[in-house]
């Protein structure tokens, strides 16, 4: 008897082991797929990998941002023209004979139309796009074209005035254009959005967009410097004297040039460096072009750039023009300048900048007189005088 309850409670012990061995592997496998977590089970299993996450109080706006300034373009492209240019140019081959032959060379820019009269249209563009052209041609946003001739230059502030007879004009290409808005270029600010629009490579009207990248840059195109806008919107040939615009779609400058490596807009190789002559700068040479004034803009005779209050800690040399070349008798070599010396002041104000020399030089003529404060180096300090010149 005693043989049969041992046998009976072995069995139950075993049933028993059994049915704890089911319980536990059942709750392993809630605890694995994450329905069951108790501690005791660590020993069990390996831990697995897990990515923290944490909670951020940045706030992303569902959606996607496209900039579009298709309004400010259906505005104001009305406003701009693609101008070519033909000149007549010659050449020569050498053979058996030899002999000379003439031939046209096309060019391609872009234009602002900013006023008329009852006998003509007016349209602004840069110098160099107009430069020794035999023939010109404008096309309208209707895509029809009229020869134009040239009203007024001003090589060195690269600005050209164009004019068309209002009567060679259809009705469809008069109702069609309007007179571009210009703003003020001195409110600009560096990271102002800005649009340009120009006869890229001479394929006609593209629009570009970008930012304002840089103010009162000094650029040197032709050996003459001016100060100019820099933009990161694409510039390329054709694109010079095109609309710089503002957001409201007003002139802010005249697209001029591309940097590059090489020197040469059409060789460029560096990106992101457009630039543009400041509208404020020129508004009133434009007013005297379109009326049939000339560009009685003089020059001193010299080349060089301004030293900056951070250079002059750098190089110990005042802040100024500093004259790195001196034109062979000019005013400024007949004046005794020299090379090394730094232009400090003139007409009784400071320089700071290059347009604190080019606005007094632009409203003077050939044969004025300004008066300059040099600073000169002697041993290893400069020294101050006041220099007369007779501008040429």
Do not use: C, W
Not at 39 to 68: Q, V
Not at 69 to 74: H, K, L
Not at 320 to 346: E, L, P, R, T, W
Request: aromatic residues 6%; without cysteine; charged residues 20%.
């Amino acid at each position: 008897m005693e043989n049969k309850n041992n046998k009976s409670k072995g069995i139950i012990i075993v049933i028993a082991l059994f049915v704890v061995l089911i319980l536990i592997s059942f709750i392993i496998a809630l605890n694995n797929v994450g329905l069951l977590k108790i501690d005791f089970l660590k020993g069990f299993s390996k831990p697995k990998a897990e990515l923290t996450y944490t909670e951020t109080n940045n706030k992303i706006k569902e959606g996607i941002y496209i900039t579009d300034v298709s309004e400010v373009v259906d505005e104001v492209m009305p406003s701009i023209v693609a101008i070519t240019s033909k000149t007549l140019v010659k050449s020569g081959s050498f053979g058996p004979s030899y002999y000379n032959t003439e031939q046209y060379s096309q060019g391609a820019g872009s234009g602002i139309i900013v006023s008329k009269t009852d006998d003509e249209l007016l349209i602004v563009t840069n110098y160099h796009v107009i430069e020794d052209a035999n023939e010109l041609s404008v096309q309208f946003v209707n895509e029809k074209s009229v020869d134009a001739t040239v009203k007024g230059t001003s090589e060195r502030r690269d600005v050209a005035v164009i004019a068309i007879k209002m009567k060679d004009l259809d009705n469809e290409t008069i109702s069609s254009i309007k007179i571009a808005t210009l703003g003020d270029s001195n409110t600009l600010k560096v990271g102002n959005g800005i649009i340009a629009i120009g006869n890229a490579l001479g394929y006609g009207q593209s629009v570009t967009t970008g930012v304002v990248s840089a103010l009162n840059r000094e650029v040197t195109i032709d050996d003459v410097t001016a100060e100019m806008i820099q933009i990161d919107a694409a510039i390329n040939g054709g694109n010079s004297g095109g609309a710089l615009l503002n957001n409201r779609g007003e002139v802010v400058g005249i697209n001029s040039a591309k940097y590059s490596s090489s020197g040469s807009s059409t060789s460029a190789s560096i990106e992101g460096m457009g630039f543009a002559i400041p509208i404020s700068d020129v508004k009133e040479l434009i007013t005297k072009l379109m009326n049939g004034e000339e560009d009685k803009s003089a020059t001193i005779g010299i080349e060089g750039y301004i030293i900056t209050e951070a250079q002059t800690k750098t190089y110990n040399i005042p802040v100024g023009f500093y004259i790195s070349k001196i034109v062979k008798n000019s005013g400024a070599d007949i004046a005794g300048i020299q090379i090394g010396d730094v232009i400090v002041g003139i007409e009784g104000k400071k320089v700071e900048k290059i347009t604190d020399i080019s606005n007094v030089l632009y409203e003077k003529k050939k044969g004025d007189k300004v008066k300059l404060k040099i600073n000169y180096p002697s041993g290893r300090q400069y020294q101050e005088k006041e220099v007369e010149v007779t501008l040429s």
